[in-house]
């Protein structure tokens, strides 16, 4: 309250000195009084507000293309990858995981990748279950392995003749 009256008293004129017998006076615009006050800047802030607006979405548009970029959610990276895995996965075993829902959600949001993320994810889950698989299987035939060795030594051990 007490500055709303100051501000009205400035608007109006701004005492330089006093003196008993005459008042040094200094006569302000309104737009020079809304400066040293602050009023001028909300007054650009609303103006900027449809242009600000615009500004943000450019903003994140750039953020998404680097963090699809970042985090290798390009279709380039997408096909990387697949190349990548396909070359560690022998080439008898038969196709398991399809990447054809991966590349056309990437075709489809070019420039928008996280939007294709439950599809990769569900593409990567099926390749990590696969390739579990795999390593299930070896280590079963390799348990196999030992213990066909082991009983191959406990039936050497009880052909032996004892030892008096």
């Known amino acids: 309250m007490i500055f709303a009256n100051r501000v009205d008293h400035l608007r109006s004129k701004i005492i330089i000195g006093e003196k008993k017998e005459k008042e040094s006076v200094i006569n302000l615009s309104n737009s020079c009084i809304d400066r040293l006050t602050g009023e001028e800047e909300e007054l650009r802030l609303d103006l900027s507000k449809d242009s600000s607006e ?11 293309d680097a963090h699809s970029n970042t985090y290798g959610l390009t279709i380039n990276c997408f096909e990387e990858l697949i190349k990548q895995v396909e070359s560690q996965i022998e080439p008898i075993r038969p196709l398991v995981c399809s990447s054809d829902e991966v590349i056309q959600c990437l075709k489809k949001n070019p420039c928008c990748g996280i939007k294709c993320r439950p599809v990769m994810e569900k593409y990567i889950d099926c390749i990590e279950t696969y390739r579990i698989n795999i390593i299930k299987e070896q280590i079963e035939n390799e348990l196999k392995e030992k213990r066909k ?6 039936e050497e051990f009880l052909k032996s003749p004892p030892v008096d």
């Open 54 to 64: 615009k500004e943000w979405m450019m903003k994140l548009k750039c953020l998404d």
């Open 149 to 154: 060795e082991d009983q191959d030594i406990v």
